[in-house]
C-alpha cells in the first residue's frame, strides 16, 4: 500500500475513502484538514499510537463492533472486526478512513470511482450500510456522539 493513495473499499461499516495521508483524503472529501480523520486499526494494541483509552472504558471498548471512539485527546479510532477489512488494514498498519462520498452528500458510486486512486472491490461490489456508532471517551464517562 502506498502511503499517498486514496483507496475506495468495502469497510465493515460502509463503502468508504481509505488512506495514510490525511491531506489527500481532505481533498478528495472536499472539507478542511483541520476536521481530523478516524484512524483504523486491525489490532487493539496498535491503538497506543495515538494514545490510551481511560482505563473506566476499556473493556468497553475491546467488547465493542462496528463502534468508533473519540479519545479524550480528540483523536478518534475504530478497531476493524471484518475479516476481509481487516486484511486490507493489516497490510498497511493502519490507515485513515472516512466514507465514499463528498463532505455533506449522500454515497454516488460513479463518483467515488472517479475521486479515488484505486478501487478495492470484492465480487459482492459496494453496499451503503449503516455508519459506525460513535462514542466520545472522558476519563470517567462516555458520551454517544451517533
Known amino acids: 500500500m502506498h502511503p499517498e493513495l486514496v483507496y475506495l473499499a468495502q469497510t465493515d461499516t460502509t463503502v468508504g475513502f481509505l488512506s495514510q495521508?490525511?491531506?489527500?483524503?481532505?481533498?478528495?472529501?472536499?472539507r478542511s484538514l483541520k476536521r481530523p480523520f478516524l484512524m483504523a486499526f486491525a489490532r487493539f494494541e496498535d491503538i497506543a499510537m495515538i494514545g490510551r483509552v481511560p482505563a473506566a472504558h476499556r473493556?468497553?471498548?475491546r467488547r465493542s463492533v462496528?463502534?468508533?471512539?473519540?479519545?479524550p485527546s480528540g483523536l478518534s479510532f475504530?478497531?476493524?472486526c471484518d475479516e476481509r477489512h481487516k486484511d486490507f488494514i493489516e497490510k498497511c498498519g493502519w490507515?485513515?478512513?472516512?466514507?465514499a462520498n463528498l463532505?455533506?452528500?449522500?454515497?454516488?458510486?460513479?463518483?467515488?470511482?472517479?475521486?479515488?486512486?484505486?478501487?478495492?472491490?470484492?465480487?459482492?461490489?459496494f453496499s451503503d450500510k449503516a455508519p459506525s456508532s460513535i462514542w466520545?471517551?472522558?476519563?470517567?464517562k462516555k458520551e454517544r456522539v451517533r
Open 21 to 30: 495521508s490525511a491531506r489527500r483524503l481532505a481533498k478528495v472529501k472536499g
Open 59 to 61: 473493556r468497553f471498548v
Open 66 to 71: 462496528k463502534t468508533s471512539f473519540i479519545l
Open 78 to 80: 475504530r478497531v476493524v
Open 95 to 99: 490507515c485513515y478512513t472516512t466514507s
Open 103 to 125: 463532505h455533506g452528500k449522500p454515497f454516488d458510486e460513479p463518483t467515488a470511482r472517479d475521486l479515488c486512486d484505486v478501487v478495492v472491490e470484492s465480487k459482492e461490489g
Open 136 to 140: 466520545r471517551l472522558k476519563r470517567w
